[in-house]
């Protein structure tokens, strides 16, 4: 079965892409290489042995995606990663994170639609929830207003996947994750941050490199067990794995609804704090760090509920926070090695 991942090339995208191949889907990968490498088609490889195909096409481009979908008519579902998530520079270029993240996605459904059958699997995020008032966060929560263009355009997403399936042949899974970080244990591909990172964990592992010379922890003043806000870190492999099973169920007719939704998590909070001193047991690294302002639009805590990941869709988290800061400080140390 042909399926098509977009933003394949990117940090969940290639890690996604492995698990298909592993479980025997043949994958096709659109990525425009804004954010990412062909280098890890390489990566791919060595892991499983087999080469997807790849296209280097931007889904801005409509008429490019008409062709894509020409090409590969035999394409039974499409897994939809490609998109701008930096909150800040969504906050200072509104406009390029509704083109990119908005159109491509209109792009993609007006295809799919003029198929007999359709299946896509969407990424989303548990930035629609905002604060939640409640911990840990089940998917009946509230989507409260976005507090920032990406954060927009994610809700904006499922809001639009949510009309066209009424009209259309199309099934869909909305996958909200919490914190994707680590990388795959053979560490043949990994996160790959253009620039200074904007997620703490490469943070952490750039500084543990001598890369960054402090790593800024933002607030200590939250109201919560050591001041420092709190996430719920998952490792990426996890993640991963959770796009198979989600195809798989639609593949396989098992949905019960035109849309399901689902938290993508570990259901496990960690702070700021506690992450750090996590590295620095995995790595024997002593992390130098600094107690900064909060950043604006940061909320004080965010984990996911994942009964309904673990009982409807069938899935779970495997790998401890440990586990994932080993895999992702294993990652920073090879490719600084290559460098």
Same mark, same amino acid.
Request: net charge negative; proline share 4%; glycine share 8%.
């Given at each position: 079965?042909k ?17 298909? *191949?592993?479980e025997g ?19 791919i490889? &060595?892991?499983?042995?087999?080469? !997807?195909?790849f296209?280097?096409?931007?889904? &801005?481009?409509?008429?490019a ?9 035999d394409?039974v ?16 270029? !509104? ?15 007006q ?5 007999p059958?359709?299946n896509i ?6 930035t629609?929830?905002? *604060?939640?008032e409640?911990?840990p ?5 509230p989507?409260q207003q976005?507090?920032? !263009? ?13 009309d066209?399936?009424k009209?259309?042949?199309?099934n869909?899974?909305?996958? &909200?994750?919490?914190? !994707?970080?680590g990388s ?6 990994g996160?790959?941050?253009l620039?200074?990172? *904007? ?12 890369i ?7 607030g200590?003043?939250y109201?919560?067990?050591?001041g ?6 998952i490792?990426?492999?996890?993640l991963a794995?959770?796009h ?10 098992k949905?019960?609804?035109?849309? #399901?939704?689902f ?12 992450v ?7 790595s ?11 950043? #604006?639009g940061?909320i004080?805590e ?9 009982t ?9 926070l440990?586990?994932?800061l080993a895999?992702?400080w294993?990652?920073?140390?090879k490719i600084r090695?290559?460098?």
């Amino acid at each position: 079965m042909k399926i098509l991942v977009t933003g394949g090339l990117g940090f969940i995208g290639s890690h996604t892409v492995v698990e298909l *191949q592993n479980e025997g889907f043949e994958v096709v990968i659109v990525d425009n290489l804004s954010n990412s490498s062909k280098d890890v088609l390489g990566g791919i490889e &060595r892991i499983t042995k087999r080469k !997807p195909l790849f296209e280097n096409i931007d889904l &801005r481009d409509k008429k490019a995606v008409k062709e894509l979908f020409a090409t590969y008519s035999d394409i039974v579902g499409v897994i939809h990663f490609a998109a701008s998530k930096a909150v800040g520079e969504s906050v200072e270029n !509104p406009l390029l994170y509704y083109e990119n993240n908005i159109n491509t996605l209109v792009y993609l459904l007006q295809e799919l639609q003029a198929k007999p059958k359709a299946n896509i699997i969407f990424s989303s995020s548990c930035t629609v929830y905002g *604060q939640a008032e409640e911990m840990p966060i089940t998917e009946n929560a509230p989507v409260q207003q976005a507090m920032s !263009p990406y954060g927009n355009t994610k809700q904006m997403g499922e809001e639009i996947i949510t009309d066209v399936v009424k009209v259309s042949d199309i099934n869909a899974v909305l996958l &909200r994750y919490f914190n !994707p970080i680590g990388s795959h244990p053979s560490a043949e591909i990994g996160e790959l941050p253009l620039g200074v990172p *904007q997620n703490l964990v490469p943070f952490i592992t750039q500084t543990a490199m001598g890369i960054r010379k402090k790593l800024s922890v933002y607030g200590d003043d939250y109201p919560t067990a050591d001041g420092t806000a709190v996430r719920d870190y998952i490792h990426v492999v996890d993640l991963a794995k959770a796009h198979v099973v989600a195809l798989q169920r639609l593949l396989q007719n098992k949905n019960e609804a035109k849309v #399901e939704t689902f938290n993508i998590g570990t259901g496990t909070g960690s702070s700021v704090l506690e992450v750090i001193h996590a590295f620095e047991k995995v790595s024997g690294q002593k992390l130098p760090y600094k107690i900064v302002g909060r950043r #604006e639009g940061d909320i004080t805590e965010a984990y996911a509920n994942t009964d309904k990941a673990n009982t409807v869709l069938g899935w779970q988290a495997k790998s401890t926070l440990e586990e994932a800061l080993a895999s992702a400080w294993k990652w920073e140390q090879k490719i600084r090695e290559k460098k």
